[in-house]
């Protein structure tokens, strides 16, 4: 029988009730963590309506916000008010759009809000919240883009010959009060003033650096400038602005060739307030800059590296260098598109996550054996942490220990002149022989996967007695090891991965009484480090590293758990709108490089759906309005599609089921692509609904048209792929997973026969996976969906190949591109160059892990997580396939914008289960709980569920508990 209870006292009361061993002290809540257009103290936003947001945090059950205030000054006082909104009833504080008077250029705006709670009491914040504007269209002031004069200039921007320098001097004769500089480059930039390497101050006081500026755009419509507060760099006096350019995304090999030979620039404009009230302004001209080649940095590419004479510093940065040599820049007019502010979190080593060497290997040489190249001749291995003498003909092997993206920091005695070679790998050969696919004697590196990247470091020492240390900034590496090779004998003291990639906030962590899941997660974290580099690209070791939207499609949802994502999505977003063709297909890379791969199924619709999820993840509604557009001529020139007899064709069929072990043939692609139109239909229906105000608006006569449009695309489905029985004339797992998704199916009949026949399949196929990239994506997801839980967790902990844990048995640190990219058995695969071991597609799997082991799911109709529905899968398997044990706890935090969500259960040897919630002030959650026939003992922290503070109402049936909470922390049992 059917249980429910309506907890009114909660309802009616419920602020006036405290828990057990609550106080007065703990019953009042703060405001933190303030942050404008998804930044804290952002410097250099063009946003017209930047958008507010905050969270309220208490110890207290129940807790809600009834109204705000927000106040916006000029001054750090508050006097000088821009905007006040007055008292706002209202539960909202994320993306609170601002309604003052209009926003002027180059401005610090301070901010602060008032929060009222359901007791009406009333706080303020307390952090020194601000934001800055850029330039707002206010113009360049003559700034012109500058370049090495044609004629120092190389063939090619990635050649020895010395990278472009820049530099001015500026006399300053009155005391400054405060100064900026908006700069950027055609290519990858670093900026000095006075010597000192430019940067923003942290909250801490600490200076904080941007690495590979500007970002990686499309540079055919947009680069993007960077904005620095140098108010302390700059001093009353003589003073000099300093630039160094290298080609970067703008022309090295990453470009392809996409923009032509172009020709490296650099753009500036100071903007300095003397304490007096007057102003003035510097600009890069070609009448007033000096620029040469004659540095240390001789060359730097992505793909190939960074080679630097250390030998060639000089003090061209500071102030009285004789720069008679240097020769006068000329106009750069390579660039044709729009110069805009950046966007999203900025690309920074990521000191946290410093990696120390495990060990160093050092050796000489190689003996061939009969399997092919041998063995490494080892002289000694050391700890990670010594210093290490190398002499000339050695070579040492650096084990980092984790596949990483970044460079090395290292520190290095010996003569002026002696060059060091450091190259970079993934992995080391292991034993040599060539029927293991090795492409070197075991234990040097193993490089052929990189293909034609050269991934090397090239250091020239200048003899400092007192040692050099040295870090490149001008490239990065995907690396776990590095072998080091010397002209001359040095004293190696210390080395040191440093992980660079665009800062996104990981407040998210996830944790299980399986070792093996535990490193399976951690691996895909790597991986999303390692990827999310000013792009989201497929690899970052080889000569690839793109934008590839295929990757991010299929991985999107599960990066948005693990990470902040918010602003780097609508960064990237930019890049689709800016590549999309004149017909409205997106290119299946964003930025657009490499080759016309466009409009492809499963890669282009990641255009419709990286603004849902981002929608659905952080309430940002501001990314669909930002797209809709964009997104409404994707669908229109899919609807162009018609051919073969059909209508809704979908996209094309270049890609697939990448990668899938059941095979990849055209009719499988082209069934794929009709699925892919039939989910943009009814994502498009959804957005729709989302933006429509009311009944009968646009977007609700939208949603209706994309509604029946994805009818339509089912009923042709129907009759082109579903048999008379009901099953689908298209076999395989990944076909079954997309029909059971998107609800394909006829009828029920038809779809429960799907279930079980997708059972069957991965049954019969020894519980392992038999999808590629789509089907991975989605396979587990759907499997709980449709009822099969069990059947889930079977290929969770599955061992075998292919499986998520099969690459982890074999040593993994990242998720790789195959699943047996190298193999204990057999070595690595022979697809030598399609074997990159640091590819996060498949990582997906941490979306099922978040919202369904742990059950931490948004609400569609109150996205961001305001409403949370949170229901837990916990491993209740009677039977387990050969070699597997059941999970028996789960515990998980997500950092939501409106706090940190927590689900945690753990079960004993009876079956009694123990579940640990916690729901963030200002949210609610409807939360449902698995239980068995015989388990009727439920409680809270020991309380019934009518007594318990906190629980709205609930029902219990004979296998589920549904819960309704208000904010707050609670311990859930269920036993017999």
């Not at 000329?330 to 946290?352: L, S, Y």
């Not at 890379?589 to 759906?609: H, K, M, Q, T």
């Not at 935090?893 to 927590?902: A, L, P, Q, V």
Request: charged content about 25%; proline content about 3%.
């Amino acid at each position: 029988m059917k249980k429910v209870l309506l907890v009114l006292a909660s309802l009616l009361c419920f602020s006036t009730f405290t828990t057990r061993g609550e106080t007065n002290a703990t019953k009042s809540f703060t405001i933190s963590d303030l942050r404008v257009e998804y930044l804290k103290n952002p410097i250099g936003i063009d946003v017209a309506a930047p958008r507010f947001s905050w969270k309220m945090e208490s110890d207290r059950r129940g807790i809600s916000q009834t109204g705000y205030q927000i106040i916006v000054s000029t001054d750090k006082q508050g006097k000088n008010i821009v905007w006040d909104s007055e008292k706002t009833a209202s539960d909202l504080s994320v993306h609170i759009i601002y309604k003052g008077i209009a926003l002027q250029p180059s401005t610090r705006y301070y901010w602060k809000v008032n929060v009222w709670d359901n007791d009406g009491n009333k706080k303020t914040s307390r952090e020194t919240a601000f934001f800055e504007t850029g330039l707002m269209n206010s113009g360049w002031n003559g700034a012109k883009w500058i370049k090495c004069n044609d004629t120092d200039a190389p063939e090619n921007e990635s050649q020895t010959d010395g990278i472009p320098m820049f530099r001015t001097e500026c006399m300053l004769d009155k005391e400054i009060k405060s100064a900026r500089i908006y700069s950027s480059a055609l290519g990858v930039y670093d900026l000095f003033i006075n010597g000192n390497r430019v940067g923003n101050t942290n909250a801490d006081g600490k200076l904080c650096f941007d690495e590979l500026k500007p970002g990686w755009t499309n540079y055919s419509k947009t680069v993007f400038y960077n904005t620095y507060d140098i108010t302390s760099f700059l001093s009353k006096g003589n003073n000099a602005i300093a630039a160094l350019v290298s080609s970067g995304w703008w022309a090295g090999h990453v470009a392809h060739g996409e923009y032509g030979s172009p020709a490296l620039g650099f753009i500036a404009k100071l903007y300095i307030v003397y304490k007096d009230g007057t102003t003035e302004t510097i600009v890069t001209h070609p009448e007033s800059w000096k620029t040469s080649r004659e540095g240390a940095i001789r060359m730097a590419d992505i793909y190939t590296g960074e080679d630097y004479d250390a030998r060639r510093e000089s003090e061209w940065k500071k102030v009285g260098f004789d720069d008679s040599n240097w020769h006068k820049p000329t106009e750069n007019k390579d660039f044709k598109g729009t110069i805009k502010a950046f966007i999203g979190p900025n690309v920074q080593v990521r000191k946290e996550l410093e990696q120390t060497p495990v060990s160093i290997t050092k050796y000489n040489g190689h003996t061939p054996d009969e399997k092919g190249y041998g063995m490494v001749n080892v002289i000694e291995e050391r700890k990670g942490t010594d210093r290490l003498t190398l002499d000339k003909g050695d070579t040492a092997v650096y084990d980092l220990g984790q596949n990483m993206v970044g460079w090395v920091k290292f520190k290095v005695k010996g003569n002026a002149g002696t060059r060091l070679t450091i190259r970079f790998a993934e992995s080391l050969n292991d034993d040599g022989s060539f029927a293991r696919v090795n492409d070197g004697p075991g234990g040097s590196l193993y490089r052929i996967i990189l293909r034609s990247a050269a991934a090397t470091l090239s250091y020239t020492l200048k003899g400092d007695k007192d040692g050099e240390e040295f870090r490149p900034t001008m490239t990065f590496f995907g690396f776990r090891y590095c072998d080091v090779v010397t002209t001359e004998q040095v004293e190696i003291e210390s080395m040191k991965g440093e992980v660079v990639g665009t800062v996104a906030e990981e407040g998210s962590s996830f944790t299980t009484s399986h070792a093996r899941v535990n490193q399976l997660y951690k691996n895909i974290m790597w991986g999303q480090r390692g990827n999310f580099l000013s792009v989201p690209t497929d690899c970052p070791q080889r000569d690839e590293r793109l934008g590839w939207t295929g990757d991010i499609l299929a991985f999107g949802r599960a990066a948005t758990y693990n990470a902040d994502l918010a602003g780097f999505f609508h960064k990237w977003m930019g890049d689709v709108r800016d590549g999309q063709r004149e017909d409205g297909a997106y290119y299946d890379l964003a930025p657009r490089v490499w080759g016309n791969e466009v409009g492809n199924a499963a890669w282009a619709e990641a255009g419709i759906v990286i603004p849902w999820t981002t929608y659905l993840m952080y309430g940002d509604r501001g990314i669909l309005e930002e797209n809709y557009a964009s997104m409404e001529r994707f669908m229109e020139q899919r609807s162009t599609q018609v051919f073969d007899g059909y209508k809704y064709n979908g996209g094309g069929i270049t890609h697939g089921d990448w990668l899938s072990p059941e095979g990849n043939e055209p009719d499988k692609k082209r069934y794929i692509a009709v699925c892919f139109y039939a989910y943009s239909a009814r994502l498009m229906e959804k957005m729709s609904q989302a933006l429509s105000r009311k009944a009968g608006d646009a977007y609700d006569s939208k949603a209706k048209s994309y509604k029946e449009l994805y009818e339509n695309i089912k009923a042709e489905f129907q009759a082109r792929y579903v048999n008379p029985d009901g099953s689908l004339k298209q076999k395989g797992q990944t076909a079954y997973l997309l029909a059971l998704k998107l609800h394909l199916f006829p009828d029920e009949k038809a779809q429960s026969d799907g279930i079980r026949y997708l059972n069957h399949l991965i049954k019969t196929n020894g519980d392992r996976l038999g999808t590629g990239f789509v089907g991975t994506a989605i396979i587990n997801q759907t499997l709980t969906d449709a009822g099969s839980i069990h059947t889930a967790y079977n290929l969770l902990l599955q061992r075998n190949n292919p499986s998520w844990l099969y690459s982890v048995d074999q040593g993994a640190t990242t998720i790789w591109e195959r699943w047996d990219g190298y193999t204990k058995e057999k070595g690595f695969h022979p697809a030598t160059t399609m074997n990159s071991f640091n590819h996060y597609a498949y990582g997906a799997v941490s979306e099922w892990m978040y919202r369904y082991m742990a059950g931490i799911n948004p609400d569609e109709n109150n996205p961001g997580f305001k409403h949370i529905i949170l229901t837990p899968y916990p491993d209740n398997r009677i039977s387990f396939p050969a070699g597997q044990e059941r999970i028996t706890s789960v515990d998980a935090t997500y950092h939501s914008y409106y706090g940190k969500i927590r689900s945690a259960w753990k079960s004993d040897a009876n079956g009694n289960m123990e579940y640990r919630i916690v729901i963030p002030a200002n949210t609610t959650a409807s939360v449902t709980l698995p239980k068995e026939r015989n388990q009727n003992e439920i409680a809270e922290n020991n309380v019934p569920l009518d007594k318990a503070k906190g629980v709205v109402s609930y029902s219990i049936e004979e296998q589920h508990i549904h819960i309704e909470l208000q904010s707050g922390s609670y311990v859930f049992t269920v036993k017999e």
